[in-house]
């Protein structure tokens, strides 16, 4: 006899694990993780994913997520992990659920999860970050991030989910610079446009963009007249060189000798 509270049988085992790499593009950066969340499981059902299940009166779909960007952040490096009750050819369920999606929320890769590799949490502690300022001059920009690396410290208040606090934006960030690229759309109109590149590591709470900006107003009152398009390149392990490691590195196939 079933446990009680327990259904009768059960779901079928996990058989197969594939890590994703997703992008979030253009008007889609807008959407919430919890939107793309139902969005991804509607893919699944449309792309006819063997998706596995967890066990209980309500079972969910076996996906988790690694370090989803925020709201209104554009990303090239968004990550998450799905189990399977049967096995699949990783390129095959890639295109079919990136057809599946809207046009947007793009799926760049998947991999097979090795055995033994550990989580993709294990594997992020660091993101890349670009920074397009239009209309700010990459002269004021450069001023600004100056003061922000010679601050011993910068603090900022941010609404959390323990209420609002204050904290050190300085001490995450590993890199920050004025770049200068010239074929960014924000250029398009001629006006000018400080590009800023920033590595920000993984601590609690966490240390985001937007702080990073509000850490700039603070030490040097840089006020962008217009919204900042923000854009995460990459996340995974900070080398002490200062680059960052895919976290799907682990699981790709090597590469064949010659």
Known sequence: MAPKNQPVGGQAPVVQRLRLRYAKRGPLRFTSHRDFARAFERAL????????????FTPHPKISYASAAPTGVGSEAEYLEIGLQAEVDPEMLRRALDAALSPGLDVLEAVIAREGGGSLADRIDASHWRL??????????????????EAGEVLVERMTKQGRRTFDARQAVTRIAVTQQSDLP?????????IIDLV???????????????????????????????TRLAQGMLTAQGE??????????PALPG
């Open 200 to 230: 920000v590591r993984q601590v609690t709470p966490a240390v985001r963009p937007d702080d990073v900006l509000s850490g700039l107003r603070a030490v040097a009152g840089l006020e962008p007249p217009v919204p900042p398009r923000v």
């Open 186 to 194: 924000s250029e398009a109109d001629g006006a000018p446009c400080a």
């Open 45 to 56: 059902r449309r792309a006819g994913v063997p998706i596995a299940f967890s066990q209980g």
């Open 244 to 253: 960052i490691v895919d976290p799907l590195d682990a699981d790709r196939e």
């Open 132 to 149: 397009e300022l239009p209309q700010v001059d990459p002269a004021e920009a450069e001023a600004a991030v100056k003061a922000f690396q």
